[in-house]
């Protein structure tokens, strides 16, 4: 297949009333400085055309199918189009726009499979204005996977992966109340989650033998069980097994030790035992490039590592880099 007939990326609505509708236009004026992939949004025309008169910017918007991207990209932003107009105002929150965002979601997500497109990006999304309006998965990650799993046998174990250059983490639990964690984090989710890492790192992100770090639980691992038993009962023989298996493991570390650059070199990704033990240390680092890319799919899906940004919305003053970096990244996992 011609470059110009490989698929393009789509990059999802996200929440109409965040930042995701100006980052959407932004990439698109920046598309060449920065040389970015072809991508379209799914979205609707008229919010992304009021959003772009609102700033002044001089953005064409184009209705399109999945197949025309590539051609409408150099000279308009593609736009699939959802099923009904969406009315948003930057910076309102409303579970009323859950259904486009899931739409959207959904949308790009079956085209993927269907080979219409390369891979997913999506747009942030306000995991609480879902909630408030029924969604039942706690954010797209857990989301993808059912995707992913509609209409077919197999089922997928999503991993988050929060990515840049000078560090890769993911949290082995995700989306829980702390209290939650000590329960929720097994032997065997620890195993599962490095297996998919290691394996993602070697297919998708071409590192011949992935090192990977383990966090302790607790302070200082545990200090040989004086600060909690989890360290030597959950994480060491999630290690062990890990290592039977021909895989590169150091750990359970003392966490306020396995960040700084020197740490840092000893390993390709750390996989820490709850949500903020991974995402502070790389939002700290590399708050402008990380991306949010999703393991364990059959399909690459590639995210920006910050959410909605309610507070700046309608400003024009939200940095496109993280979005633009999920989109770069799309387009590297997905190239021959
Ligand atoms: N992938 C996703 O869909 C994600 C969604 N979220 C959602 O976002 C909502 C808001 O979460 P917060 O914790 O407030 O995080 P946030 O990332 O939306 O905002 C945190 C701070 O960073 C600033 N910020 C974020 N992105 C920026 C950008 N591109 N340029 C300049 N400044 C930026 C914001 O203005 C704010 O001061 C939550 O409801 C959460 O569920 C959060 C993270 C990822
Ligand atoms: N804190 C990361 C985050 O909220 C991203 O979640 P997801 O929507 O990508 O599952």
């Known amino acids: 297949m011609g470059l110009q007939q490989r698929p393009s990326l789509l990059l999802t609505q996200g929440d109409p009333a965040g930042i995701g509708p100006e980052l959407s236009l932004r990439a698109w004026l920046e598309r060449d400085a920065a040389s970015l992939p072809a991508f379209g949004v799914v979205g609707d025309p008229g919010h992304l055309d009021r959003v772009a008169k609102r700033y002044g910017w001089d953005v064409p918007i184009v209705a399109v199918e999945p197949d025309q991207i590539r051609a409408a990209f150099s000279h308009a932003l593609p736009v699939v189009p959802l099923s009904a107009p969406v009315s948003a105002e930057p910076g309102k929150p409303d579970p009323a726009h859950a259904a486009s965002v899931i739409e959207s979601i959904g949308t790009a997500v079956r085209l993927v499979r269907a080979g219409s497109a390369a891979a997913v990006v999506t747009n942030p999304i306000a995991k609480h204005v879902l909630y408030e309006a029924g969604f039942r ?83 200082h691992a545990g200090e040989s069980g004086a600060m909690g038993t989890e360290d030597e009962s959950v994480i060491v023989p999630a290690a062990d097994i890990l290592r039977s298996e021909g895989i590169d493991v150091t750990g359970p570390l003392s966490a306020d030790t ?79």
């Not at 046998?153 to 992966?161: F, G, N, Q």
């Not at 070199?265 to 502070?280: F, K, N, T, V």
Request: net charge neutral; glycine share 6%; charged share 20%.
């Open 137 to 219: 998965h706690p954010g797209h990650t857990e989301f993808l996977a059912a995707l992913a799993a509609e209409g077919g046998p197999e089922t997928y174990h999503p991993v988050m992966m929060l990515w840049s250059e000078p560090l890769a983490v993911v949290p082995v639990t995700v989306h829980i109340p702390l209290a939650d964690v000590p329960a929720a984090l097994t032997t065997d989710l620890i195993v599962l989650t490095g297996r998919i890492v290691a394996r993602e790192l070697r297919q998708r992100f071409g590192v011949e033998n992935p090192r990977l770090a383990l966090a302790g639980l607790n302070p």
């Open 258 to 336: 396995m960040f700084h650059a020197r740490a840092r070199s000893r390993y390709d990704a750390a996989l820490a035992m709850y949500h903020d033990q991974a995402l502070i240390p790389i939002k700290t680092i590399a708050f402008d490039e990380a991306v949010n890319v999703t393991l364990g799919l059959p399909f690459v899906r590639t995210s920006p590592d910050h959410g909605t940004a309610f507070d700046i919305a309608g400003k024009g003053i939200a940095r496109p880099d993280s979005l633009m970096a999920a989109l770069k990244l799309a387009a590297r996992l997905t190239s021959p």
